[in-house]
């Protein structure tokens, strides 16, 4: 199973960037879509999924910031990422998560530098 991750660069602080994922049509019409993200010496943390009926969870530090969203259509899941900060550096990778098993993307890196 392969997710297809895009979209990680380098912006200043108070950009936006925008990560998406491609997922095989069957897997992501089951799965919980989500990203995660590692920082350098940093366990890897959640920062938001969301199911396939649309129930979304966001981790505190990225509440009221990032958007994440799902287009079946394209069975891609996107995250949209605004008024980014320093601390938002890190590794972002795609996860799905269904009765099929819990499968990771290859990891897009997100830099926030001045």
């Known amino acids: 199973v392969q997710l297809v991750e895009s979209g990680g660069g380098t912006v200043q602080p108070g950009g936006s960037l925008r990560l998406s994922c491609a997922a095989p049509?069957?897997?992501?019409?089951?799965?919980?879509m989500g990203w995660y993200r590692q920082a350098p010496g940093k366990e890897r943390e959640l920062v938001a999924h969301?199911?396939?009926?649309?129930?979304?969870t966001y981790t505190e530090s990225v509440k009221g910031r990032f958007t994440i969203f799902r287009d079946s259509a394209k069975n891609t899941v996107y995250m949209q990422m605004d008024s980014l900060k320093p601390e938002d550096t890190a590794v972002y990778y795609c996860?799905?998560?269904?009765?099929?098993?819990?499968?990771w993307g290859q990891g897009t890196l997100v830099t926030v530098s001045s």
């Open positions: 996860n799905s998560a269904s009765s099929w098993g819990n499968y």
């Open positions: 049509r069957d897997l992501f019409s089951l799965s919980r």
């Open positions: 969301i199911t396939n009926v649309g129930v979304i």
